[in-house]
């Protein structure tokens, strides 16, 4: 039986995780970051290991060629090894995007910013699953930057970028706290969602709450249109109830007097457990000089991803709408 090249990516990086959590007694994603440094490296980093520990998982690297394996085979296995590390010790903020928002993320990115190259950031990066599924598919040369306040998780995000051989600039900070970034042509995130503790931080602001916490979603919105240069699009993954809560008001405000709504693209109901944890893509384009808003905005339900019939009709609707919207 044949394996599938993402499934020995997946077998070798479970299996040399597993040896080096035992030795270095640390968590098995952090035995992931190291096996994913060894492989990037060439070399096996930690000098602690036994020398039985280090001639079998010696004898796996040198079994793997990572040239032999193209960069979504490269991203999809790590992500699943990523996946089962979660499983084992969840933390909720700690959730990946699934991939087929990930392929609708990137075509949007394509379809929206026609440049040979642009500046991209995803304030929320995480593992940097989402970034590189994007990346994957652009054509553009694309100078991106991701922030996260996690430090295992940028670590991950890290090894990731370096195995696909992508030149991701990452920063370890609270991406609410100042950033010292150039202006970007796009942003890219899956909002988190929930309340932000500093209250102090949120005060510089214009969608913090009047009283008690502000919504994080709603700050790294504002956040990322700061960021943003004149006419740049941002594409979020938002909740489904983002205009219905007591602080919808102040949002409105903000996009009347910042930016332009461009599409809402609902993601089909069967991707969740229920309906209240749908969500939807919005994207956003910053006002600017010579932006113009669409006749009308982009309002689409996404159907299944596997249903091919159904995607091939949505996928005519997008490029009409493109035709005759984005000249």
């Not at 009347?256 to 809402?264: A, W, Y």
Request: hydrophobic share 40%; proline share 5%; charged share 20%.
């Amino acid at each position: 039986m044949t394996i599938s090249p993402v499934e020995q990516l997946f077998t070798l990086f479970n299996e040399t995780a597993i040896v080096l959590q035992e030795e270095l007694e640390c968590t098995y994603l952090e035995a992931l970051a190291e096996t994913g440094e060894n492989l990037f490296h060439g070399s096996i980093l930690q000098e602690e290991l036994s020398e039985l520990s280090q001639k079998r998982i010696k004898k796996q690297y040198l079994e793997i060629n990572l040239d032999n394996f193209s960069k979504e085979e490269i991203r999809k296995a790590y992500q699943l090894v990523i996946l089962k590390g979660m499983k084992e010790n969840v933390q909720p903020n700690h959730q990946m995007t699934p991939d087929s928002v990930g392929m609708v993320m990137g075509y949007l990115v394509n379809k929206f910013i026609n440049k040979p190259s642009f500046r991209l950031l995803d304030p929320a990066v995480g593992t940097g699953n989402l970034l590189t599924t994007v990346l994957n598919q652009l054509s553009s040369n694309v100078n991106s930057i991701g922030v996260d306040i996690d430090d295992l998780l940028i670590k991950l995000a890290y090894v990731n970028a370096n195995l696909q051989e992508h030149p991701i600039e990452l920063f370890n900070q609270d991406s609410l706290e100042p950033l010292f970034i150039d202006p970007v042509d796009a942003v890219i995130a899956d909002l988190p969602f929930g309340f932000y503790p500093n209250d102090v931080r949120a005060a510089d602001y214009q969608l913090k709450a009047n009283e008690g916490h502000s919504y994080a979603h709603h700050l790294f919105i504002e956040q990322s249109v700061r960021h943003t240069n004149p006419g740049g699009y941002l594409f979020f993954v938002i909740p489904n109830g983002l205009f219905e809560s007591e602080q919808a008001g102040q949002l409105r405000e903000f996009f009347k007097e910042n930016i332009i709504v461009q599409g809402l693209l609902q993601l089909p109901l069967s991707m969740f457990n229920n309906k209240n944890a749908a969500k939807s893509i919005l994207v956003l384009q910053k006002q600017g000089e010579g932006v113009t808003a669409p006749k009308q905005a982009l309002l689409v339900d996404l159907p299944k991803l596997s249903n091919a019939v159904e995607m091939d009709k949505m996928l005519t609707k997008l490029e009409k709408w493109f035709q005759e919207n984005k000249r």
